[in-house]
């Protein structure tokens, strides 16, 4: 493994892993989606990629979770698959998040990344309450490899090549 390879998070498949066809490594992706995890995979058609993984914070669900949790960034990994090499390429985008009313409003005045993003920050706020009591305000916490981690053993496992790209196209 080169120094490129290390710093963009690009590992080949495991030795004697069979390479499954693409409609099954878009399911063993889609298979990593379940319904307490705060990511989400989908189609990537809208962003022209094939697929694309990223924080639920745009779900209804999940405003009052991330906006109590004091969320503040919004990862998200775009893929493509590369059947001639038969790698699944991968760029990072990192958005801000600025909160309205309880409604998250995504940011990318000078507060937006593209590449391969590696980062890991926390935050508890401790201070004293409206009603006199003191406590926990809130925990924050981002760690983008809660995303990155799964999705690509689950590329891994269905016997595909990951290529994290940093400077160049999908």
């Given at each position: 493994?080169?120094?490129?390879?290390?710093?963009?998070?690009?590992?080949?498949?495991?030795?004697?892993?069979?390479?499954?066809?693409?409609?099954?490594?878009?399911?063993?992706?889609?298979?990593v989606?379940?319904?307490?995890?705060?990511?989400?995979?989908?189609?990537?058609?809208?962003?022209?990629?094939?697929m694309?993984?990223e924080?639920?914070?745009?779900?209804?669900?999940?405003?009052?979770?991330?906006?109590?949790?004091g969320?503040?960034?919004?990862?998200k990994?775009?893929?493509?698959?590369?059947?001639?090499?038969?790698?699944?390429?991968?760029?990072?985008?990192?958005?801000?998040?600025?909160?309205?009313?309880?409604?998250?409003?995504?940011?990318?005045?000078?507060?937006?990344?593209?590449?391969?993003?590696?980062?890991?920050?926390?935050?508890?706020?401790?201070?004293?309450?409206?009603?006199?009591s003191?406590?926990?305000?809130?925990?924050?916490?981002?760690?983008?490899?809660?995303?990155?981690?799964?999705?690509?053993?689950?590329?891994?496992a269905?016997?595909?090549?990951?290529?994290?790209v940093?400077?160049?196209?999908?």
């Open positions: 493994m080169g120094l490129f390879d290390f710093l963009t998070g690009s590992k080949t498949p495991p030795a004697g892993a069979v390479r499954q066809p693409v409609a099954e490594l878009r399911k063993s992706l889609m298979d989606n379940r319904a307490t995890a705060p990511f989400v995979i989908r189609d990537g058609k809208k962003e022209g990629v094939d694309v993984a924080w639920r914070i745009v779900d209804a669900r999940w405003y009052e979770i991330f906006a109590k949790a969320i503040k960034k919004v990862f990994v775009l893929m493509k698959f590369d059947e001639a090499k038969g790698e699944v390429r991968a760029v990072d985008e990192l958005w801000e998040v600025e909160w309205r009313a309880g409604v998250p409003t995504l940011s990318a005045s000078g507060s937006a990344s593209r590449g391969q993003k590696w980062e890991k920050s926390f935050e508890t706020v401790y201070a004293f309450r409206e009603d006199g003191y406590g926990q305000i809130y925990d924050y916490r981002f760690d983008t490899s809660e995303i990155k981690d799964p999705i690509r053993a689950a590329v891994l269905a016997g595909w090549g990951w290529r994290g940093a400077f160049s196209k999908l």
